[in-house]
């Protein structure tokens, strides 16, 4: 089992940055242990955001390189999102995710919008 839980979204310009910070109950600096990030606007399907794997190496969706960064704190066990020069349609619930081997796990989620 692993609670996941996030924190750091809210309100931010065009333009504007925020860091999404998820904190694992779990080790995550464990052999086959992937962090992610997921977003889903409304009336659309979870979309993969950033992936960053045990040694450090991510992916990222094409909409959002360039623009954010996945890191991970493993003293912590904690991965973040920084999002730099948000856009209205970065607008979503964000989630953490993280898989160990063939388990995967969720947090609840954390609003992100993006409005002048």
């Known amino acids: 089992q692993a609670q996941l839980v996030e924190s750091g979204g809210g309100l931010a310009q065009p333009g504007g940055s925020l860091r999404l910070s998820c904190s694992c109950s779990?080790?995550?600096?464990?052999?086959?242990?992937?962090m992610a990030w997921y977003r889903q606007a409304p009336g659309k399907s979870r979309d993969l955001v950033a992936e960053?794997?045990?040694?450090?190496?991510?992916d990222y969706a094409d909409s959002v390189k360039g623009r954010f960064t996945i890191s991970k704190d493993n003293a912590k066990n904690t991965v973040y999102l920084q999002m730099n020069d948000l856009i209205p349609e970065d607008t979503a619930v964000y989630y953490c995710?993280?898989?160990?081997?063939?388990?995967?796990?969720w947090g609840q989620g954390t609003q992100v919008t993006v409005s002048s």
């Open positions: 995710n993280a898989r160990f081997g063939s388990s995967s796990y």
């Open positions: 779990r080790i995550i600096d464990s052999f086959g242990t992937v």
């Open positions: 960053i794997r045990r040694l450090g190496s991510t």
